[in-house]
Structure formats: structure tokens, C-alpha cells
């Protein structure tokens, strides 16, 4: 005889093989994935560590929205994604009226308030809006917070791919913003991975808090920021968070054109 919390573990495990069945075409036919099955465990990954945190702070967000938002991600690009949470955070409530046009369009029919960076995307999104759970309607704040705050933990819990380990590892050398090896490396990146080279610089900018002279570290943080509103966010969230006295000159020197930079 199955225990109350049995009966709900099991209600868990139908509906993941549930979402499982109704994911696999997608990401067999998805652009980003085409049913690489390391691609698929890294956004798994992401999913159960997502779940596991949103459970032990009793987050009003279950293991079906968190899947279904990682799809977006994996599915879509680190732009899309970021006008996703922005548009979370910016509308009424955390319920943007673009996920209730896509939840209601029929197929073929072109949706009138798309944001731009969505429009490449579009036929994915057709798709990805009729899985349920429905998301129109719901506050998706606490899903955005749960996404960003755990970017790090992603970063730590899986790996790069090579060209994005070289990129690293290039950016942690740099003696001047023109470098050749700097440029090249990170034109051979997807879009994709620039927020993952970021997390990947930052954590080694973590392990040194000198900040007295200029850094090679932190002037390849730049370079991706540069090239990423994502990584630049990333960026700028980091080194607030070291709560320095006073923003070292070197710093404000290297930065002061930057329109992404929060002084």
C-alpha cells in the first residue's frame, strides 16, 4: 500500500515521463540539441538542481515549469532567454501576454506581439507553448530568480565543450583589449556559450581579491561582456557583489565607454 508521500512521488514520476514523451521530438529535431544526448543531460542536470533548490527554500515553482522554461533555454539562445526573463520581471504579476498569444495561436498563425529576438525562433516556440504545463496566467518571477541565481551552480556542475574551454582559457591571458588570440576565440563561440565563458571567468576572478592593479582575468570578463547583454549582466552583478570601498581607477579607466557597465 503506497504512503501519501508514495502516491505523490509516483503522480512526479508520471508526469516527468509524461513531459519526457512529449519533449523527445523536439529535442531530436532542435537546432541547439538534435537529440545529442550530452546536450540532453546537461539541461536534465540543470532541471533536477534547479528543482532540488526551489524545494529546500519552498519556492512556489514545480519540477514541470522548471523543465518546460529549460527547454526554452536549451532551444532557443542566451538572448532569447534573457528577453524572456525580462519580460517576466517587467510584466504585471510576472505574466507576460506574449505566453498566452503563443498558448492560444493556431498553427501557422503569425503572433502579432513576438519580440524580436523570439522571431528566429518562432516555430520552436509553436511548439514549446502547447506543452503543458500552460504557463500563461502564472507568476514566473520566482522561476527567473531561481534560473539566474543558479547559474553558477550549472556552471560548476558541468563542463565546457572544447572551443569554449580554449575561449577560457585564452581570456584568463590577455595583455590588451586588441588581442588577436582574444578576437578569435570567441569568434568561434555560438551565441550560446558566451554566458557559460563568462561563469567560467568569474569563478576564477573569485579565487584572487586583489584588485589593487589591473587584471588580464578581468579584462577578458570585458571582452565577453562586450559581446553578450547576458554575460554583461553577469559581469556587473560579480563585481558588485565584492562590495569594494571604492571602484579601484584601473576599473573605471578601462570601463568608462562601456555602455553596458554599472558604475
Known amino acids: 500500500m503506497l504512503t501519501q508521500s508514495g502516491v505523490q512521488a509516483s503522480k512526479e514520476l508520471a508526469a516527468a515521463w509524461d513531459m519526457a514523451d512529449r519533449m523527445a521530438p523536439i529535442l531530436a529535431l532542435s537546432p541547439g540539441v538534435l537529440g545529442n544526448p550530452r546536450t540532453v543531460k546537461r539541461m536534465l542536470n540543470v532541471v533536477r538542481m534547479r528543482a532540488n533548490v526551489a524545494r529546500r527554500r519552498a519556492m512556489p515553482i514545480d519540477e514541470a515549469m522548471i523543465t518546460k522554461l529549460a527547454l526554452f533555454e536549451r532551444c532557443t539562445d ?11 520581471n517587467a510584466s504585471p504579476r510576472g505574466k507576460p501576454a506574449v505566453l ?42 520566482p522561476a527567473v530568480y531561481l534560473a539566474r541565481e543558479t547559474v553558477p551552480l550549472r556552471m560548476r556542475s558541468g563542463s565546457l565543450a572544447g572551443g569554449a574551454a580554449k575561449a577560457v ?45 589591473a587584471r588580464m582575468d578581468f579584462r577578458g570578463a570585458t571582452l565577453v561582456a562586450d559581446r553578450s547583454a547576458a554575460a554583461a549582466e553577469l559581469l556587473n552583478r560579480f563585481f558588485r557583489s565584492l562590495q569594494l570601498p571604492k571602484t579601484p581607477g584601473w576599473v573605471s579607466t578601462m570601463l568608462k565607454d562601456k555602455a553596458w557597465w554599472e558604475e
Not at 498553427?107 to 504557463?135: N, Q, S, V
Open 78 to 88: 542566451i538572448d532569447a532567454t534573457e528577453e524572456l526573463h525580462n519580460l517576466i
Open 169 to 213: 582559457e585564452t581570456l584568463l591571458q590577455i595583455r590588451s583589449v586588441s588581442s588577436p588570440a582574444a578576437k578569435a576565440a570567441l569568434d568561434s563561440l555560438q551565441p550560446g556559450d558566451m554566458i557559460l565563458v563568462m561563469e567560467a571567468v568569474i569563478e576564477v576572478m573569485r579565487k584572487d581579491s586583489d584588485w589593487s592593479r
Open 100 to 141: 498566452a498569444s503563443l498558448e492560444q495561436a493556431k498553427p501557422g498563425e503569425t503572433i502579432a506581439d513576438l519580440p524580436e529576438k523570439w522571431t528566429k525562433h518562432a516555430p520552436f516556440l509553436m511548439e514549446w507553448a502547447k506543452l503543458a504545463p500552460g504557463l500563461a496566467g502564472v507568476d514566473l518571477r
